[in-house]
């Protein structure tokens, strides 16, 4: 069955770069879910978007920025990266079927490495 | 402040025994609860759920229970095996509300063959 797809895995940045990550959610998935997880923490929630459509925000720096397309992908745009950014970045998606909604799939995950 | 605790960092069990992994919340809204398991290098792949309107749910060798007026959860995986051996998260959310999901710190489990 087709999984979240993320892209880049790895990304290396210096201080003060931009860096675009992608996300495609399992076909038919409405909704996507941003999260990011720091060494040793657990995942905490950034952004979401439900029909392309801002649904919630979490703890997200004015610096980044996040949008869903017309086929439903995703993109988390960071601007003048920090050191302390350096981080997994996971995006999920869920169905918008009656029961499955409450259930996030996961993707693999970008590592963000900021030099 | 961490409205979802595993206060198990680790845990470590023998092959064919149960495992236990438990996780407290603190907000009440929580109403729905999720646990995830995690390999090194890969995202989190859901394991099982349960609503706040049940007090078990159980899927092959995972059952989930809920304990809502003591605010806890665990997850039973009977008989262990090597493979699931991975970090184990505890997930909670409010159906209606956000749709966020907020985690705990996790618990890595050892399966020893």
């Known amino acids: 069955a087709a999984g979240v797809i993320q892209s880049p895995r790895h990304l290396i940045k210096e201080k003060r770069e931009t860096a675009t990550l992608k996300c495609y959610p399992i076909?038919?998935?409405?909704?996507v879910y941003w999260y990011q997880q720091g060494p040793g923490q657990d995942p905490q929630f950034l952004i979401s978007?439900?029909?392309?459509?801002?649904?919630d925000k979490g703890s997200i720096p004015d610096r980044f920025s996040a949008q869903q397309f017309s086929d439903y992908h995703s993109e988390l745009n960071m601007s003048s990266l920090e050191l302390g950014d350096s981080a997994l970045y996971f995006c999920?998606?869920?169905?918008?079927?009656?029961?499955?909604?409450?259930?996030?799939?996961f993707g693999a995950g970008t590592r963000l490495s900021v030099l | 402040d961490q409205q979802v605790k595993q206060n198990s960092p680790s845990l470590s069990v023998q092959e064919g025994r149960i495992s236990i992994l438990n996780c407290d919340y603190t907000n009440s809204m929580f109403d729905y609860f999720l646990w995830y398991k995690k390999y090194p290098a890969e995202g989190p792949t859901f394991l099982i759920s349960?609503?706040?309107?049940?007090d078990k749910n159980e899927d092959g060798r995972f059952t989930v229970f809920l304990n809502k007026s003591a605010k806890h959860l665990s997850l039973h995986i009977v008989p262990s095996q090597p493979g699931d051996s991975a970090v184990y998260f505890c997930?909670?959310?409010?159906?209606?509300?956000?749709?966020?999901?907020?985690f705990g710190k996790g618990t890595k489990l050892t399966v020893n063959p």
């Open positions: 997930a909670s959310r409010r159906q209606g509300g956000s749709e966020k999901l907020v």
């Open positions: 999920a998606s869920s169905s918008p079927t009656y029961g499955s909604r409450n259930i996030q799939y």
């Open positions: 978007f439900y029909e392309k459509m801002q649904s």
């Open positions: 349960i609503s706040s309107i049940k």
């Open positions: 076909p038919r998935h409405d909704t």
